[in-house]
C-alpha cells in the first residue's frame, strides 16, 4: 500500500465551523506533513510531525490545530476560519526526515464561506 | 534565504514535440533537487532526486538532470497523458524537518 488517504475530497464551511481533515497511511512512514496549496501556487508546508511529534510549525494561525493520534493518522482541526483560508490541503508521508521524497494525498478542497 | 524559479510558467506542446523544463535555484548548500508531477485536483507525485551536479535520471519520456544553478526536465516525444504541472523543489543542507522549497511549476499541455 503506497497510497495516503484523505477525507473528506471537499468541504465546505462557514466561518463559524469545527471542523476536521484527516490523513492516513500504512507504509511505515514515521514523517507526516501538512501542506496548503492555492489556485496555480506551489505547496505551501504548514505543519511537520515527526514520531508523532510536532517537529515543524511555520508560524500557522491558530485556527489550524494539527493532531497526530498515531504513527499512521494525521488530523487537521478548522475553527473560525477565513475565506482566504479557502484553498486544497495536502497531507504528506515520508519514511524520515533527511532527503526523502513526499508521498501526497489527493488532498482535501475547503471552500470557507 | 533558498529560491527556486521555475520557467516557462506555462508550455503548450504537440504530440511527438519534445522540450525542456527548467529550474534555477539557489540555496545555501544543496542536500537534494526534487521534480514533481501534478495534475488538476490531485496531490504531487514524486518523479526524480538529484543530488550533485552531473547527475541525470530517466523514466519513461522524461530525464532530469542537474548542474550547480539549474536543472532542467527534458520531455521527450510528449504524449497527451504528460499534460500536467511539473513541480521543482529543493531541500538545503540546514533545512530542518525534510523542509522543500518549491518553485512555482510549469503547466504543461500537450495536443494530440
Known amino acids: 500500500d503506497t497510497e495516503v488517504t484523505q477525507t473528506p475530497k471537499h468541504l465546505v464551511m462557514g466561518m463559524t465551523n469545527k471542523k476536521s481533515l484527516k490523513c492516513e497511511q500504512h507504509m511505515g512512514h514515521r514523517a507526516m506533513y501538512w501542506y496548503k496549496q492555492k489556485a496555480k501556487k506551489p505547496p505551501e508546508l504548514m505543519f511537520v510531525y515527526s514520531y508523532e511529534k510536532l517537529s515543524i510549525n511555520e508560524s500557522v494561525p491558530s485556527r489550524f490545530s494539527p493532531e497526530c493520534p498515531n504513527s499512521s493518522l494525521l488530523n487537521l482541526h478548522l475553527h473560525a476560519l477565513q475565506p482566504e483560508d479557502s484553498a486544497l490541503y495536502l497531507c504528506?508521508?515520508?519514511?524520515?526526515?533527511?532527503?526523502?521524497?513526499?508521498?501526497f494525498g489527493s488532498g482535501t478542497q475547503l471552500s470557507v464561506l | 534565504e533558498d529560491q527556486v524559479t521555475q520557467s516557462p510558467e506555462a508550455l503548450r506542446l504537440q504530440e511527438g514535440e519534445s522540450s525542456s523544463l527548467n529550474c534555477s535555484y539557489t540555496?545555501?548548500?544543496?542536500?537534494?533537487l526534487f521534480w514533481y508531477r501534478q495534475d488538476p485536483g490531485k496531490g504531487p507525485e514524486f518523479l526524480f532526486t538529484?543530488?550533485?551536479a552531473g547527475e541525470e535520471k530517466e523514466k519513461e519520456r522524461l530525464k532530469a538532470t542537474l548542474t550547480k544553478k539549474e536543472s532542467f526536465l527534458h520531455i521527450t516525444a510528449p504524449k497527451p497523458e504528460d499534460s500536467a504541472t511539473y513541480l521543482c523543489?529543493?531541500?538545503?543542507?540546514?533545512?530542518?524537518?525534510?523542509?522543500?522549497?518549491f518553485g512555482g511549476g510549469t503547466r504543461v499541455l500537450v495536443k494530440p
Open positions: 523543489a529543493v531541500q538545503a543542507l540546514k533545512a530542518a524537518g525534510n523542509k522543500l522549497t
Open positions: 504528506a508521508s515520508s519514511k524520515g526526515l533527511t532527503n526523502e521524497k513526499l508521498f
Open positions: 540555496v545555501s548548500g544543496l542536500r537534494g
Open positions: 538529484l543530488y550533485s
